[in-house]
């Protein structure tokens, strides 16, 4: 910026000199004429004196002499008076200074003119007498004194007027020098001042392009350095570049895979199927946070291995590419599987021997080898205490194991809370005998909900446990179980010391103890609050607390409240699957849709409905986005990901549907609906779905002049509609004379003229317009982008997308 500002101040200082120095060849050029003028003012005011003394000669030489020549001087002097004299009236017009003297001037020199002519005609008629008495009255030379007086005056005042100008000429010409003397130093320093940005843009030049260079060289060696193989792709999936620890993991050489689709690398569907995000089923802005997928990957002699891949985006100036960052994790799985035979052998090999040794301890504290001394009942119980503390301790690594690994399974079942209250406080009766606490259950009605009654008994042990070991000796803990708006909850409550304000925000970590010395004085892991946080959370509910320091704690266990299934409705209509885990929305859906005829399950789980949609019995699914163990996107991903449920209608029913659209916009949905639903719209997108099941396929009329093109579509949408081909304009409007299609697929570059001509064909008598598709490799006039439905271009769209495109035109085709 800098530097253009220098480049635009040197020629405006150059303009603006230029114009300061013709203004003073101007300036110059006008004291000259001044110079002049004045010159010749002063030299017209003595040509009027020297005339009057020529003239004043002439008349004495005649008055003295009578000679006659003398008058011709005389004659001469007068007649160049009167022109002199208008001379200097025209250079004194304008200028007032001059005014008086001039006319003083005149009226001197007419009566100088005057005294002459009459001496004149005294000497001529009367003699030399009377001639010389009138020159002798002496009035002429009063005369000329006076005119002599005038002309110095208005010579001086000429003289001085020249001087002013003179000296403000002078004054304005030392200005402009010393503007000029200015503007040639601020010339000088503009084109020092571009000089000195020029070398430091070079400098500075220099400098970033060493810097690049040197940023450039450790990437590149991050690149090389990195154990990990890094695969460069274009959009398209084809691979760009690749490291060193890809060649040596994958076995190829990089010039061999330059421009070769990651296929060959990578376990995904081959080239032509889409992009490369598409046919890996996942959207644009997935790569936004980053995306992570395990998959197979394969090495140039065929060798199949498992790895991570990290995908990214990486945004250059011809468009949106991606990094793949590929880990092999054989290792890794490796390792997983001694794990698993670890675990597998700690929960067979060590539970099985604990369970042995606690028992056989039980039975000796029981008395069932006798009455045992005091001092061995003592050490029995103490043995029977910490095997019971170990085998609680295995039990929560395991199912800590469980939980990070994804393998914590929870059988589903409907339940009464209460039962699951009343059977834990029955499990720990005993220890809080031994505690001396008293352990009280409050009466009431039975509280339905879904879950796992084992984990559910494990959560409110492990609050009882708590609540126990933390009450004193002659507290009380007690436990309610209370049905709230939609949710269920089992309540703990102690009178223990409460829970101190700086471990509240770390309570339900792995390992997490109010003080290191509880471990010793009150016992146990610090697994048990995150495991049962954990299983509250895979039945979609709650787990928290209220405490205040001093006055004791209680845990709070929600669950969602599972209402009364009504007795089933017979009906004739589709069946319907509502994914749901809200008890109350499930109902309100399932009520309204057998109201209108359609038979309708319950699924409140991604797991149950993937079970049960593989049944084939449900014509379409209504979906919840937020689940209890999966998102709603992922289960619609699942289902589309196997044969057999790909074709599934959905209508996603959610409280926050634009996130969903964001992160599902590639997947086929019949409709968004946002919770508090349009009953209205959910009726029309079942009903769409209702009509998909019972009319009769859609018919489409695709126009092209590439028979290939025309038998793969045909074949891509043999299964959800009859295809209709056509080569030309003249076959498609001999179709259309005797076929109405429900959908037109149209190419522009067509043998006998451009598809679009096809346009005007297309309506009907009642206004009706059959919806377009155009399908083609030439680009659209955008002015008749209104007039279609879709624009497909084929070296950008797959197959697989001109199908979606069509089913989805068709769906709704009804509602036109």
Same mark, same amino acid.
């Given at each position: 910026?800098?530097?253009?500002?220098?480049?635009?101040?040197? @020629?405006?200082?150059?303009?603006?000199?230029?114009?300061?120095?013709?203004?003073?060849?101007?300036?110059?050029?006008?004291?000259?004429?001044?110079?002049?003028?004045?010159?010749?003012?002063?030299?017209?005011?003595?040509?009027?004196?020297?005339?009057?003394?020529?003239?004043?000669?002439?008349?004495?030489?005649?008055?003295?002499?009578?000679?006659?020549?003398?008058?011709?001087?005389?004659?001469?002097?007068?007649?160049?008076?009167?022109?002199?004299?208008?001379?200097?009236?025209?250079?004194?017009?304008?200028?007032?200074?001059?005014?008086?003297?001039?006319?003083?001037?005149?009226?001197?020199?007419?009566?100088?003119?005057?005294?002459?002519?009459?001496?004149?005609?005294?000497?001529?008629?009367?003699?030399?007498?009377?001639?010389?008495?009138?020159?002798?009255?002496?009035?002429?030379?009063?005369?000329?004194?006076?005119?002599?007086?005038?002309?110095?005056?208005?010579?001086?005042?000429?003289?001085?007027?020249?001087?002013?100008?003179?000296?403000?000429?002078?004054?304005?010409?030392?200005?402009?020098?010393?503007?000029?003397?200015?503007?040639?130093?601020?010339?000088?320093?503009?084109?020092?001042?571009?000089?000195?940005?020029?070398?430091?843009?070079?400098?500075?030049?220099?400098?970033?392009?060493?810097?690049?260079?040197?940023?450039?060289?450790?990437?590149?060696?991050?690149?090389?350095?990195?154990?990990?193989?890094?695969?460069?792709?274009?959009?398209?999936?084809?691979?760009?570049?690749?490291?060193?620890?890809?060649?040596?993991?994958?076995?190829?050489?990089?010039?061999?895979?330059?421009?070769?689709?990651?296929?060959?690398?990578?376990?995904?569907?081959?080239?032509?199927?889409?992009?490369?995000?598409?046919?890996?089923?996942?959207?644009?802005?997935?790569?936004?946070?980053?995306?992570?997928?395990?998959?197979?990957?394969?090495?140039?002699?065929?060798?199949?291995?498992?790895?991570?891949?990290?995908?990214?985006?990486?945004?250059?100036?011809?468009?949106?590419?991606?990094?793949?960052?590929?880990?092999?994790?054989?290792?890794?799985?490796?390792?997983?599987?001694?794990?698993?035979?670890? *675990?597998?052998?700690?929960?067979?090999?060590?539970?099985?021997?604990?369970?042995?040794?606690?028992?056989?301890?039980?039975?000796?504290?029981?008395?069932?080898?006798?009455?045992?001394?005091?001092?061995?009942?003592?050490?029995?119980?103490?043995?029977?205490?910490?095997?019971?503390?170990?085998?609680?301790?295995?039990?929560?690594?395991?199912?800590?194991?469980?939980?990070?690994?994804?393998?914590?399974?929870?059988?589903?079942?409907?339940?009464?809370?209460?039962?699951?209250?009343?059977?834990?406080?029955?499990?720990?009766?005993?220890?809080?005998?031994?505690?001396?606490?008293?352990?009280?259950?409050?009466?009431?009605?039975?509280?339905?909900?879904?879950?796992?009654?084992?984990?559910?008994?494990?959560?409110?042990?492990?609050?009882?446990?708590?609540?126990?070991?933390?009450?004193?000796?002659?507290?009380?803990?007690? *436990?309610?179980?209370?049905?709230?708006?939609?949710?269920?909850?089992?309540?703990?409550?102690?009178?223990?010391?409460?829970?101190?304000?700086?471990?509240?925000?770390?309570?339900?970590?792995?390992?997490?103890?109010?003080?290191?010395?509880?471990?010793?004085?009150?016992?146990?892991?610090?697994?048990?609050?995150?495991?049962?946080?954990?299983?509250?959370?895979?039945?979609?509910?709650?787990?928290?607390?209220?405490?205040?320091?001093?006055?004791?704690?209680?845990?709070?266990?929600?669950?969602?409240?599972?209402?009364?299934?009504?007795?089933?409705?017979?009906?004739?209509?589709?069946?319907?699957?509502?994914?749901?885990?809200?008890?109350?929305?499930?109902?309100?859906?399932?009520?309204?849709?057998?109201?209108?005829?359609?038979?309708?399950?319950?699924?409140?789980?991604?797991?149950?409905?993937?079970?049960?949609?593989?049944?084939?019995?449900?014509?379409?699914?209504?979906?919840?986005?937020?689940? @209890?163990?999966?998102?709603?996107?992922?289960?619609?991903?699942?289902?589309?990901?196997?044969?057999?449920?790909?074709?599934?209608?959905? *209508?996603?029913?959610?409280?926050?549907?634009?996130?969903?659209?964001?992160?599902?916009?590639?997947?086929?949905?019949?409709?968004?609906?946002?919770? @508090?639903?349009?009953?209205?719209?959910?009726?029309?997108?079942?009903?769409?779905?209702?009509?998909?099941?019972?009319?009769?396929?859609?018919?489409?009329?695709?126009?092209?002049?590439?028979?290939?093109?025309?038998?793969?579509?045909?074949?891509?949408?043999?299964?959800?509609?009859?295809?209709?081909?056509?080569?030309?304009?003249?076959?498609?409007?001999?179709?259309?004379?005797?076929?109405?299609?429900?959908?037109?697929?149209?190419?522009?570059?067509?043998?006998?003229?451009?598809?679009?001509?096809?346009?005007?064909?297309?309506?009907?008598?009642?206004?009706?317009?059959?919806?377009?598709?155009?399908?083609?490799?030439?680009?659209?006039?955008?002015? *008749?982008?209104?007039?279609?439905?879709?624009?497909?271009?084929?070296?950008?769209?797959?197959?697989?997308?001109?199908?979606?495109?069509?089913?989805?035109?068709?769906?709704?085709?009804?509602?036109?």
């Amino acid at each position: 910026m800098l530097i253009i500002a220098a480049v635009l101040l040197v @020629p405006l200082v150059v303009a603006v000199t230029g114009a300061e120095l013709v203004h003073e060849f101007r300036s110059n050029r006008a004291v000259r004429a001044e110079i002049d003028r004045s010159y010749e003012t002063r030299s017209q005011i003595q040509s009027v004196f020297s005339l009057l003394q020529d003239a004043e000669t002439g008349q004495r030489g005649y008055v003295i002499t009578g000679d006659e020549r003398y008058l011709q001087p005389y004659d001469n002097a007068t007649r160049e008076l009167d022109r002199q004299m208008q001379t200097l009236a025209g250079r004194f017009e304008g200028r007032p200074e001059q005014a008086a003297d001039f006319a003083r001037l005149s009226a001197l020199a007419g009566r100088k003119l005057q005294l002459m002519k009459a001496s004149i005609e005294a000497r001529e008629t009367e003699g030399l007498e009377a001639g010389m008495a009138v020159v002798a009255t002496g009035r002429g030379k009063i005369v000329m004194d006076d005119l002599r007086v005038i002309v110095t005056r208005m010579t001086a005042v000429e003289a001085e007027a020249l001087d002013a100008y003179a000296r403000t000429a002078a004054s304005r010409t030392t200005r402009t020098e010393g503007l000029v003397g200015f503007l040639f130093l601020a010339l000088i320093a503009a084109i020092g001042a571009a000089a000195f940005l020029i070398w430091r843009y070079m400098r500075t030049r220099h400098r970033m392009l060493s810097e690049i260079s040197a940023t450039a060289a450790r990437q590149r060696a991050i690149f090389d350095s990195a154990i990990d193989g890094i695969i460069t792709l274009n959009p398209s999936g084809s691979i760009e570049s690749v490291n060193a620890a890809a060649v040596r993991m994958f076995g190829h050489d990089p010039a061999a895979l330059n421009r070769r689709d990651v296929s060959l690398l990578l376990d995904i569907a081959p080239d032509g199927d889409g992009g490369f995000l598409e046919r890996l089923g996942a959207s644009q802005g997935a790569l936004e946070g980053g995306l992570v997928r395990q998959m197979t990957a394969r090495r140039k002699d065929g060798e199949t291995f498992p790895v991570d891949v990290a995908l990214g985006a990486m945004t250059l100036p011809t468009g949106v590419h991606m990094v793949a960052i590929v880990r092999d994790i054989s290792e890794r799985r490796r390792m997983e599987q001694l794990k698993d035979e670890f *675990v597998s052998t700690v929960s067979h090999e060590l539970r099985t021997p604990l369970t042995s040794i606690a028992g056989s301890l039980g039975l000796l504290a029981g008395g069932a080898a006798g009455v045992l001394p005091e001092k061995a009942a003592r050490l029995i119980q103490i043995a029977q205490a910490n095997s019971q503390r170990l085998v609680r301790l295995i039990n929560d690594i395991l199912d800590i194991e469980k939980i990070e690994s994804g393998n914590l399974r929870l059988e589903m079942a409907p339940l009464d809370l209460r039962d699951i209250a009343r059977r834990s406080v029955e499990g720990v009766h005993g220890y809080a005998g031994q505690l001396g606490v008293a352990l009280t259950l409050s009466d009431g009605e039975p509280v339905r909900v879904r879950g796992d009654a084992d984990r559910l008994i494990q959560v409110a042990t492990n609050l009882l446990s708590n609540a126990l070991k933390f009450s004193p000796r002659g507290g009380e803990v007690r *436990v309610t179980v209370d049905p709230e708006t939609r949710i269920a909850r089992l309540s703990v409550v102690d009178e223990g010391p409460g829970i101190p304000e700086a471990f509240r925000a770390r309570i339900f970590s792995k390992f997490a103890q109010a003080d290191g010395s509880d471990t010793r004085v009150k016992g146990g892991t610090g697994l048990g609050l995150a495991i049962a946080r954990e299983i509250a959370e895979r039945h979609g509910g709650r787990l928290w607390f209220e405490s205040a320091e001093g006055h004791g704690a209680t845990f709070h266990l929600d669950l969602p409240l599972l209402a009364e299934a009504p007795s089933p409705v017979e009906t004739q209509g589709p069946r319907l699957l509502i994914v749901e885990d809200d008890a109350d929305a499930a109902e309100v859906l399932r009520e309204m849709l057998e109201g209108d005829g359609f038979a309708a399950d319950v699924a409140s789980t991604a797991r149950e409905a993937l079970t049960a949609a593989r049944t084939g019995v449900y014509s379409a699914l209504l979906v919840d986005l937020q689940l @209890p163990d999966a998102d709603g996107i992922g289960l619609i991903r699942a289902l589309r990901a196997r044969p057999a449920t790909r074709a599934l209608p959905v *209508v996603v029913v959610s409280a926050d549907t634009s996130r969903g659209k964001a992160r599902g916009r590639t997947l086929e949905v019949v409709d968004w609906l946002e919770k @508090p639903f349009d009953q209205d719209r959910l009726r029309q997108a079942v009903a769409a779905v209702y009509q998909r099941n019972t009319d009769q396929r859609p018919r489409v009329l695709h126009v092209d002049d590439d028979r290939d093109i025309l038998e793969v579509t045909a074949s891509v949408l043999g299964t959800s509609a009859d295809v209709t081909p056509a080569e030309s304009l003249a076959e498609a409007r001999a179709v259309l004379a005797g076929l109405r299609p429900d959908l037109v697929i149209l190419d522009l570059g067509l043998p006998d003229g451009s598809g679009l001509e096809l346009l005007a064909d297309l309506g009907d008598e009642k206004g009706r317009t059959i919806p377009v598709i155009v399908y083609s490799a030439q680009d659209m006039d955008g002015s *008749v982008a209104d007039r279609v439905e879709a624009v497909l271009t084929k070296s950008r769209t797959s197959l697989a997308g001109l199908a979606r495109t069509v089913r989805r035109l068709t769906d709704s085709r009804g509602d036109n």
